[in-house]
């Protein structure tokens, strides 16, 4: 049984932190303790997990540091992080508790979230805690990255308040908590409308444009699929949104406000009754001024905006 948590005393930073968020949801009783004391470390009984500190990685002991000269390394030879270590050993069990707490997560299901977290957010923890940035990473030490924003909760240099180290890290921890989760819960979100939008581009009965049956995130898919299935051609998706159809457009790429094809430009910035008076549609609502979506009442509201669309 886990019932203590080992890690570094003093400053923090994010591959703790969220170490210590998975390890604390799976051990909620388990309590924190922050050291650099070497007997501490060296007398820590099995019911202890130390990570990042301790200068070995045994997970069969639950140790867990990679400041070790023969750190533990990924198979493409990037070094772990703590927390790319402990997401290694008990990440699956961190999703199922968020996911699923009754039990009935489906296994590929649970595969799917974990293999997409590690590839992504924690090996991009790894990087960053390591020093080991790849090409085209230099994005991760943005003051607005993960890794930043977490640091921001580190005490003023200047402050000899005690015991002030041990509550910011409490009080950051409890924000890596939620981002954490929120990441999990997103990613299994992404999973489920990626299904939904492979199925519509199959089933898509013209070239440029899909439905989904709801709002939801649709843009990577579309991308990933390049060519496939001629999916590049694919200009146009219509969806519901609560009470709305919406008529979209699709992005040449992920970090570009730019559309393959953009809605017409007379319908930009107008809102009934104007723009029920340009595109003869009764239930017109609204176009947005960068024309990348537009909004009607019903199908057959969006679906004649969508023929206009195609048609100009």
Known sequence: MIDTLITHSGSFHADDLLAFAVLSTLHPRARLVRTRDAKIIADADAGAVIFDLGFSYVPEEHRYDHHQPDRPRRPDGLAYSSFGLVWRHFGRGYIAATLSPGGALRPETL???????????????????????GPGQEALMHPLSLPSLLGL?????????????????????????????????????????????????????HPNWIELPRSMEYLDTILSAGTEGEADRIEFVV????????????????????????????????????????TGVPDAVFCHSGRFV??????????????????A
């Open 111 to 133: 595969e799917e979230v974990h293999a997409a977290l590690d590839s992504g957010l924690v090996r991009d923890i790894d990087a960053v805690d390591n020093g080991e940035l």
């Open 153 to 205: 909760f580190r005490p003023p240099f200047d402050s000899d308040q005690p015991g002030r180290d041990d509550a910011a890290f409490l009080d950051a921890a409890a924000t890596a908590r939620r981002i954490l989760e929120a990441q999990v819960r997103s990613m299994a979100s992404f999973l489920r409308s990626r299904a939904i939008v492979r199925q519509a581009m199959g089933d898509r009965a």
């Open 239 to 278: 969806l519901r949104s609560r009470d709305e159809w919406q008529l979209k457009t699709v992005n040449v790429s992920l970090d570009s406000f730019q559309s393959r094809r953009m809605l017409p430009a007379g319908w930009a910035g107008l809102r009934e009754p104007d723009l029920v008076a340009v």
């Open 294 to 311: 537009a909004i009607a009442r019903s199908r057959d509201g969006v679906m004649s905006l969508l023929s206009q669309a195609l048609a």
